[in-house]
């Protein structure tokens, strides 16, 4: 969201009734702005959650002021390998098995990452080129949604 809507936001707060507003812009932004419970009532962004692509995050501190939190700096050199459906992401071939990739593993492009259940059908996921896996973001036997990040790898 923008600052601008943002602050409409607030001002709506300020001018009814209400105590709490939540809004979803999109799917990976949810804003949601309290009134304060000190005297002079002004609304705060108590929280705000990005899941997907946003940079910065907005806050709005107890004055009344929107500031900006930038994202730490990005290395250049990685990428996200994220799900190409919708399923259920496991990290190995079955519950007692080890798992395809750990944190700090060189892969080679083809490589089996993990395997997304969809359908009752287990669909290998590869690297999509050389790298080595910097985090893994997804939980085992978690659900995921298409095109949400599974992997962060770099170039090494």
């Known amino acids: ?18 105590d709490e507003l939540e ?3 999109w799917w990976w932004t949810k804003v949601r702005i309290r009134k304060s419970v000190s005297n002079n009532h ?4 108590v929280s705000q959650e990005i899941i997907q ?9 107890t004055a009344g002021t929107v500031t900006k939190e930038e994202a730490p700096p990005e290395v250049d050199n990685t990428f996200e390998l994220k ?16 798992p395809f990739v750990k944190e700090g593993d060189m892969v080679r492009k083809g490589q089996i990452l993990c395997i997304i259940e969809a359908m009752k059908l287990m669909n290998e996921i590869e690297a999509e080129k050389d790298g080595k896996i910097i985090k893994i973001v997804q939980p085992n036997a978690q659900p995921v949604e298409y095109n949400q990040t599974l992997f962060i790898m770099s170039d090494e």
């Open 1 to 18: 969201m923008k600052p601008e809507e943002i602050k409409t936001l607030i001002k709506l707060v300020e001018e009814s009734n209400i």
């Open 53 to 61: 692509k946003a940079k910065d995050s907005i806050k709005l501190e």
């Open 23 to 25: 809004v979803s812009k």
């Open 83 to 98: 799900s190409p459906m919708v399923g259920t992401f496991y990290r190995a071939s079955a519950p007692d098995a080890e």
């Open 42 to 45: 002004s609304p705060e962004v």
